[in-house]
């Protein structure tokens, strides 16, 4: 995608985001719109799948990745280790409640790109600056991660490891979502109750 195209993408989600968002005085932007242009269409503001293979992989503590799509969606399957906070509950609620951790990178995905990257603009033009894009959503994770596979007779070291991390992480996502849905409810509490705990709340 070329500059002009970039451009053109940003303004159309920045005038649909402010046109359709219903802020009010206590979340209204305080950016100014040609920096938060310049923000939402910087490729800084994006992680690809493969990146963000590799945070799950590491079991990276400085990511945390979140789910825009609907609580039935999150419970049928989802990236391991995200939570969810489904797109209208993160229109109509105070960001701040899970953003404000400046030293965490909230990285934000959903079937495709549109909701996220309404999120991603709605999160920085409320100023915070730790909020990221996973890049194609979860449609680009199964068709990059999900169906990756190696054929030939050689492979570079570059390729090998990008290879291993990818199959590391689709063992992961299929290990967590083949799991019984009661299992797995479990397991996403337990990702909740240890998230407040790591922001002083209680359970």
Aim: glycine residues 6%; hydrophobic residues 40%.
């Amino acid at each position: 995608m070329n500059i002009r195209e970039k451009i053109s993408v940003g303004l159309v989600i920045m005038g649909f985001t402010l046109a359709l968002l219903p802020l009010s005085g206590s979340r209204s932007f305080i950016v100014k719109p040609h920096k938060l242009l310049a923000e939402t269409v910087d490729e800084k503001s994006y992680f690809t799948v493969d990146q963000v293979a590799r945070f799950i992989v590491l079991e990276d503590s400085s990511v945390q990745i979140v789910d825009l799509r609907s609580p039935e969606e999150f419970r049928s399957f989802n990236i391991p280790g995200s939570i969810n906070v489904p797109y209208k509950e993160f229109l109509n609620k105070d960001p701040g409640s899970f953003l404000n951790n400046g030293n965490i990178k909230n990285v934000f995905y959903s079937n495709g790109d549109f909701d996220s990257n309404y999120a991603l603009v709605l999160a920085r033009g409320l100023n915070f600056k730790n909020v990221y894009v996973m890049k194609g959503g979860l449609n680009e994770w199964f068709n990059t991660v999900m169906n990756s596979s190696f054929t030939g007779d050689r492979i570079s070291a570059r390729e090998n490891a990008l290879f291993e991390t990818r199959s590391r992480a689709k063992k992961m996502f299929t290990e967590i979502n083949s799991l019984p849905d009661s299992l797995k409810l479990k397991f996403i509490d337990a990702k909740h109750i240890a998230a407040k705990k790591l922001d002083g709340g209680c359970e």
